[in-house]
């Protein structure tokens, strides 16, 4: 599928930072214990610079409101295909479900409030995900979680990549540290430094992804060069240690086949030795968001991968301690 | 252990109810510390739950002989007690370290035919009496078929109530028992009582019950019950020193000073004496059947044992404890004496940690007492609750579903305010970890005073997916208390040494007057009825009579609020006119013994002897389901008109076109058998409207204000000694049969679909925006004004594994109880209920799998990838 201009204004504007600035996001979850400190609220904004084979939030990748279609919960009713003004659903010779994606785009129906087809379905079969929202909306609903998180807890921003809608992450983040609230960031990496510099004033943890060292295997497998996300890490690095701050935890997709193998992970632990960031958290692959790609109508091509051994995990976890970097595999987190 | 036909997650087994199937994927998995205590797990899981008649057939014996039938209340009642104690067959098992049993077989209750006979009759003859009130709740009620039920008639063992089994040849004496107490039976002449002086007000009641507006009435099941008990005079006196006690203050009466006060404290005295006869003659029968079997026993170390067992009985059978075993010992024999004289349950031994404390710490200072034997010594006492049964028929089972609610609350605070943990409430802890049994359960009063060491350690025995402990707020009960008993006289001291009564229930620490409640009212049966203007859209039985307006939002709830004080009002009163019969003829004379000031004041329980006699209203349920169905009314009917009432009532009387639960055996609103189309639209406006638990404003408001309404009716209501009622809001398991009781209603809920349970737990599968948004939901209201509030919460076991994920749990504890909550729950989901959730997604909607950085509902999830999550969490904890 085509990646199209964001809708939410490109990476040259720069609107002010204030409350109305929009956003979209595609998901806030509550109580997430292993994303920062203490008992915190993810909040998913939707858009990302790539597209990793194994993404497990697909629902994430695109810049727009998507709609999602559950086999599991359709009747068969064909109420949405009655309702759609544009045609864009067709039923197939099995009975299932087809939808023309780019129709929907074409045409702007997600946007709106109320979307045909979503109205006429009685069984939650027909979904949208993604929501527009204003910064201040989004601050109100922390407000709203807040209690929860006692002093050590606070808000993690993730996605998609948050920073692929920079304004609006940036304005959101400044208006948690103006209200005393912790914040976290969950990034590929692929973003222009000058934001992260300015999200960096606002933020107190970074969960920074890193997958493979080459250049080449990481075009293919996520669709862009590495060189801007080493290159950012290692700014990363330089900030962390000049102001103490933010806390820096870099997470490694572990994807069996395509980054397990040991030249990748020794050159992972020798880059971060260097860097003089030594707290990795090993995320073992899962296919936990299977269904969500055959919701938005997508092929996962991680579908038949099995997840990592215990045994190759411990093989992970040994070459990076090799580098005198600390391991951290899965939910097994000192926070 | 009842294996309920309800869905899992709506299962009893909240409340600690052990489910011996396999449970995998728990971060902490218990065993029993020594084979003697396996063994006896063991042994408890094979038995089947019996119906033993020894007590109520010695207790009828002396009850109706020529001596004693013309004496007044309480001494005829005492005499027989004391009869019947003396003369039951002691039973004695290898292996027990604490004995003495309720009756002759290792699980079993005795047909309390005393209180209620018809309910009884019809269980054990599968005849149903026209007269039995229970029987409109019996017939909705499901039961579970598995465990130690006996759900048919097997060999020479006859079915009763579809759980208790009793001997053929036992048979022709229940016969007799229950021809003797129809219209004897303090239920019998309740309702006589009532028919007489009741006027209209009866035919309302009956017809609340024929409607099952609210479940049979309490003294057709149990009266009494949701109290804590004071050991002191026990442990302080002795039973021998409490006799020498009730004589030194008859001695002090001056017989120049004998009016009718006087002379029935001189007849209360001499009640509790032969009472106390009676408990000293059964300790002692056990004794010298400890000796006997001590004689006869082959094993040198099982000899050792029962004469072991001989002597502690025979010392503590007159004389105050001289160890923690002896106090351990004397405390069982109390609370199972209560557990026989009355049909009770929520009879909680309170802070038994606090109460046994002085015993063990002297023993384990002494070193007369390690560790190891401390804890094997506590787990044999979970066996013994967990033997204890009550028999009431089938529509208490429905309500109770096998448990019997012993509570013991840990933690909280000692009368000088410091904090009350200590090592022996560490080892009670410990012991419900390695003996998960049903009971007792376990309820850790929270304060910020407690030590995070002691409160992780309770997070550890929740991890192990037991169901306990619950988690309530000690500044929360302690603000009820001193509102509901102040007036009274209650001190801060007592405030702060409070026990949690029953399941949840706030009570004073052994010094109540106690009333279990009437039943349980349904206010999702409230809603149909002002749907269908004061009729019974089920049985077509006009309850009120009908509204005279009903066309704006504002008539609507008029209406609601209308026929609630009326029926609200009918129903609790009719319990106090229902007590008269309890006084005459049921009075618990163990349980004012365990009551302060009973014996000091000269007066029983229902002669107001207590320190406290303000009670609660008996519970309503529901709550959740009325303000969803109120939510919907309001917005779709009055506020957007996409409905006329009249197309909601249509499509109510036709659920939605839907087969009804009770026929497809599906309970939850989820899995449904649809019949036809007609009604897709306006059901799925019904589920999309708003509801509790998503802190969504406006259906939390009308939850608030209902609450709020039901606690301004009850406490203009009087209770027995003329104080206000309190508010109550619990289900135990009663939201199965109202459930099974209520057709289609707005919320969207389909005919027979179990209702929510607890007070504030969303109803299943609606909470859908993660655990603050229902933990905001329930905090919209003041959670002090109500004798206890109520929340399950299901968190799957990654998101709270480690010591991090423990501290985590424990915060959100710790925000819900900052911010007034007043009692949180977990079910720690297991692979058990994972497997479940594949197979019934619908019942799982909210459930959520947590890995860093990902998202997902688990119900989303394809079948093989659940199967691998499944099998890897078990892997990755092997690895």
Known sequence: ?335 | MTDSLLPQELQYNRFGDYDSGEIALREFEGEPSSDRTKELRKQFWDAKIALDIEFPYYYTVKWKSKEIRGLPRPLRRALALRHAFSNLTSVIRPGELLVMQKTRFARGAAPQVQFSEKNIWSAASKEVDADDLGASFDRVTILGRHGGNVPEDVGNVISVGRKFGIRKEDLPVLTWLCEYWDGRSAEDSALELERRVFGSYYELDMKIFQTVLASAPSITTNPDGRVTLDYRLPLELGIQGMMDYCQSRIAEQSIGKLDSEAIEKRIFWHAEIEVLEGLKAWVKNYAKEAERLGQIEESLEQKTEYEEIADILYWVSENTPRNFREALQLVWIWHLAVHMELVISGLSPGRLGQTLYPYFREDRDKGKLDRDKALELLECMRIKFSEIEICGGGGLHGKLSGNAFNNISVGGLKPDGTSAENELEELIIESAMTMATPSPTITVIYDPKLSERFMLKAVECVKTGTGYPAWVNNRVAMEFLLSQHGSDGMSLEEARSWGVAGCIEIAPAGSAFCVACRGFYSLEKLVELVLWDGVDPRTNIRVLPPPSRMETWDDFWEVFKQYLTETLTVWNAAENLNWVSHKQNITGLVLSALTRNCLETGADLDAGGAAYNATWASPVVAAVNAANSLASVKKLVFEEHAISMNELKEALRANFGRKSAIETERYSVFEQVKTESAWDDMLAMCQDAPKFGNDDPYVDQIYKNIVEYYTSVVRNISNFFGKPMAPLMLSVSSHGPLGQACLATPDGRLAGVTLADASVSAHPGTDLKGPYALLNSALCFDHSAFVNTQLNMKIHPRAIEGVQGAKKLLELIEAYMANGGYHIQFNIVDSRMLKDAQDHPEHYRNLLVRVAGFTEYWVEIGKPIQDEIIARTEYEKAG
């Open chain 1, 1 to 335: 599928m085509k990646r199209l201009a964001s809708v939410v204004g490109s990476h040259q504007d720069r609107l002010p930072l204030q409350s109305e600035a929009k956003g979209l996001v595609f998901d806030v979850l509550s109580f997430a214990v292993h994303d920062g400190p203490g008992c915190r609220t993810l909040v998913f904004l939707k858009g990302c610079p790539l597209e990793c084979r194994w993404c497990s939030n697909p629902e994430g990748q695109r810049p727009y409101p998507e709609l999602m279609h559950s086999n599991t919960r359709c009747e068969r009713c064909h109420k949405c295909l009655q309702a759609c003004p544009f045609c864009a659903i067709s039923v197939d010779e099995e009975g299932s479900l087809s939808i023309s994606r780019d129709i929907c785009l074409r045409n702007g129906c997600l946007q709106q409030t109320s979307v045909p087809c979503v109205q006429a379905c009685n069984t939650g079969a027909m979904t949208v995900v993604g929501t527009c929202m204003t910064v201040g909306q989004l601050l109100d609903r922390m407000e709203r979680e807040r209690k929860f998180w006692r002093r050590s807890g606070g808000v993690t921003l993730s996605g998609g990549e948050p920073m692929y809608q920079p304004q609006f992450a940036v304005a959101f983040l400044e208006g948690c540290h103006q209200r005393y609230i912790h914040t976290a960031i969950e990034t590929c990496g692929h973003v222009a430094w000058e934001y992260y510099e300015q999200a960096l004033a606002h933020l107190d943890w970074v969960f920074y992804d890193l997958k493979l060292m080459d250049a080449e295997k990481h075009r293919q497998y996520t669709g862009l060069s590495n060189n801007l996300i080493l290159a950012n890490l290692e700014r990363l690095a330089e900030e962390q240690q000049a102001r103490g701050t933010p806390r820096v935890i870099v997470r490694i997709p572990l994807i069996p086949g395509y980054n397990d193998a040991t030249d990748n992970i020794q050159q992972i632990g020798a880059f971060l030795a260097e860097l003089g960031l030594n707290e990795v958290n090993m995320l073992p692959f899962h296919r936990l968001g299977a269904s969500k790609y055959e919701r938005l109508g997508m092929v996962c091509e991680c579908q038949d991968l099995l997840p990592p051994t215990t045994d190759s995990l411990k093989d992970v976890q040994r070459e990076l301690e090799r580098h005198a970097l600390k391991v951290y595999t899965g939910s097994r987190t000192p926070f």
